[in-house]
Nanobody, 116 residues
Framework: QVHLVESGGGLVQSGGSLTLSCKASINRFSFYDMSWYRQALGKQRELVARINRTSSTIYADSVKGRFTISRDNAETTVYLQMNSLIPEDTAVYYC??????????WGQGTQVTVSS
């Protein structure tokens, strides 16, 4: 059973924008902290942005002011609006659902490629 499905990745020119979506099929979605991670080729997976159940957000320094994470609990979906993209943003982006007591989930990932 697939619990998190990402979409919205693709190829974009430097300076462009993309919006990623993560549709969740999990119980108690609104109680989860939802995050976007990314993994570039040859590098470790890193946290990009997180939104908790009260919609407080945190961002990696490298994306502050350019990316915005949001969630729609009614649609059990989390979004990542990415603006002013640069080649260094090229990576596979993963959605993550985390909670201290409930099962944790990862999506399958969506490729984002930014050309210079």
């Amino acid at each position: 059973q697939v619990h998190l499905v990402e979409s919205g990745g693709g190829l974009v020119q430097s300076g462009g924008s993309l919006t990623l979506s993560c549709k969740a099929s999990i119980n108690r979605f609104s109680f989860y902290d939802m995050s976007w991670y990314r993994q570039a080729l040859g590098k470790q997976r890193e946290l990009v942005a997180r939104i908790n159940r009260t919609s407080s957000t945190i961002y990696a320094d490298s994306v502050k002011g350019r990316f915005t994470i949001s969630r729609d609990n009614a649609e059990t979906t989390v979004y990542l609006q990415m603006n002013s993209l640069i080649p260094e943003d090229t990576a596979v982006y993963y959605c993550n659902a985390d909670h201290p007591r409930y099962p944790k989930y990862w999506g399958q990932g969506t490729q984002v490629t930014v050309s210079s």
